[in-house]
Structures are given as C-alpha cells and as structure tokens.
C-alpha cells in the first residue's frame, strides 16, 4: 500500500491547481500502517490512485453510473482533491434509470459542485443485433461512450468497478489500457508491480482507472455508513424485496431481502451466498455475453 507525503508525484504535479489547499493536513509517509484500519488502508489506496491518474493524463473524466460505487468513488476524488472535484463528472445516460436515480443525479450534482456532463446513448438500432436481448440493451451504453469520448478527447475515464462484482471484472488492471475504438484486450493487460502503473495510453486511445477495483461490496457499504455518503432508497428493502446493483429499469430486477438500513444489509452480505448482480438480467444471458461487452468497451 503506498501513503502519500509531500514527495509523491501527484502532490508534485499541478501544484498550483491546489495550493488553495495548502491548510490540509497531509497523510506522514511515517504513519505506521497497523494504525490504520482496514476502511482507512482502501481510502489511502484509491486517493493515491486518483491522484495519480490526474498528475499523469491529460483530459480525464469520471464516469457516474449513479449508483452506490460509484458514489462513493465521487466521495474519494472530492477528498482526494481537498473538497471538490477537478475533472468532468460524465454520466452516459440510456434514459432508461429509475425516476429515484435521476433525482439523485440532479440533487447531488450541484450539491457536490460537479462539473456534470450527461450524454445520451444511441436507439438499439445501433447495436450488434447478435447480443442476447439484455446484452443488446446494455450495449447502447458502450456506443454513447464512444461517442462521448469523440466528442470530449478524453485520454482517462475513472470508472467504479470491483474485482469481486463479476468474474470478468476480476481480469482488469488498475490502469487499463482500451484500444482506438474503446475495445478491452484481456490477454494484453500491463503488469502492475508496487502500484507502478502504465499511464500512456496509445495515440488516439485511453486509458480506464479503477480507484476502487480492490474493494468489496461490503467495504463500499461499511465506507458508506462511516462516512454518511447519500445512497438512492432502492438500496433499502421495501415489501420484502431491494436492489442490490442499479441499472436500466428493463433490465434490472430486486432481491428478495429485509435489509432496511446498512446494519441490516452488512448483517444480510455476511450470510448470502446470492451474487451481488443476481438482480442483472445480462448476467442470466448466454456466458459470452458479459465479456463481448467488455471487450467491446462496456463498464
């Protein structure tokens, strides 16, 4: 795990982007690591990597999926960067969330101060007409992010995904590599030794960065209560019934489950053995579906 102290390169790097900053105290690269607990370790590790990705890249953006990870990734980069965050909050939207997720988008949206871009996907007409009917779905959202990044020329998109959310997902890196039209090559992935990451893309490519690939889905439910991040109430059990992942309102389905408040849903993580997407139509398709999306350039 790398600390952060005055001589990393982040803290280097656009100074004068943050020395309005300068009354924050920093984190002592002397701080000795069994202090810590295990909530403090992962926060320490993603500001790094956030840090690092915008000392390092050029035109970054951070991808708002609207959901409970990717909320808490919006928490980090705002601690990360003293209070507000420097680059463009991009939300690829299929108009197709629920009505709760939408509120909460134009809610904290200014009540965080984002710098929010919201950009439409395509009709599924435009999608490969061989995906399963989900997958299909799903992949509008790959088409409007290519077309955001056309649009936008970013060189790093911060996305919110986790290595124990789904198998693929558990193939990534940190700093991901994707190709000219966005495409993800799972057996060409850099080596990532002592947090030394591969930060130059190919020309007219980018870069994906994963400030919180390492955590779980109880640590971001656990980060949540300590820090008293804002979740959408669809996280909480009504009738019996939550969700547990967030996504299009077509394809996306409740748990059964009695979990009203996050005690209760950390209680009800700690017994399951039902996967966190269980609610995701996609992951009930064909078992191909899942990675030709990533490999398309999906989420």
Request: aromatic fraction near 8%.
């Amino acid at each position: 795990m790398h600390l952060l102290d005055n001589e990393s390169v982040a803290a280097r790097t656009r100074s004068a982007a943050l020395s309005s900053a300068s009354s924050v105290p920093e984190v002592s690269a002397n701080r000795a690591a069994p202090s810590m607990d295990h909530l403090d370790e992962l926060e320490a590790q993603s500001i790094y990597i956030l840090r690092e990705a915008f000392a390092r890249l050029k035109k970054l953006a951070l991808l708002w999926s609207l959901g409970k990870d990717s909320n808490v990734m919006i928490w980090l980069a705002r601690k990360a960067f003293f209070g507000r965050v420097p680059f463009p909050a991009m939300h690829v939207d299929t108009g197709k969330k629920f009505p709760e997720m939408y509120a909460f988008r134009d809610r904290f949206g200014k009540e965080w101060d984002l710098d929010l871009r919201i950009e439409p996907c395509p009709p599924i007409d435009s999608v490969d007409p061989t995906l399963p009917p989900a997958a299909r779905s799903a992949a509008r959202k790959t088409e409007g992010l290519k077309l955001a990044l056309n649009k936008y020329g970013f060189d790093g998109l911060i996305a919110g995904i986790r290595r124990d959310e789904e198998a693929t997902r558990a193939k990534e890196r940190v700093f991901s590599p994707r190709g000219t039209e966005g495409g993800w090559d799972v057996r060409d992935q850099p080596p990532e030794f002592w947090d030394q990451f591969n930060a130059s893309p190919p020309q007219g490519a980018h870069l994906r960065i994963h400030p919180i690939l390492h955590w779980t889905e109880a640590d971001i439910w656990a980060y949540t209560k300590r820090e008293n991040i804002p979740i959408i109430p669809l996280y909480l059990a009504k009738d019996g019934k939550r969700y547990r992942s967030l996504g299009d309102q077509d394809i996306t389905n409740p748990v059964a489950s009695t979990a009203s408040n996050i005690d209760e849903i950390l209680a009800e993580l700690d017994g399951t053995k039902i996967p966190e997407r269980a609610g995701r139509a996609l992951d009930h398709e064909t078992e191909d579906a899942f990675e030709r999306l990533r490999v398309a350039g999906y989420l």
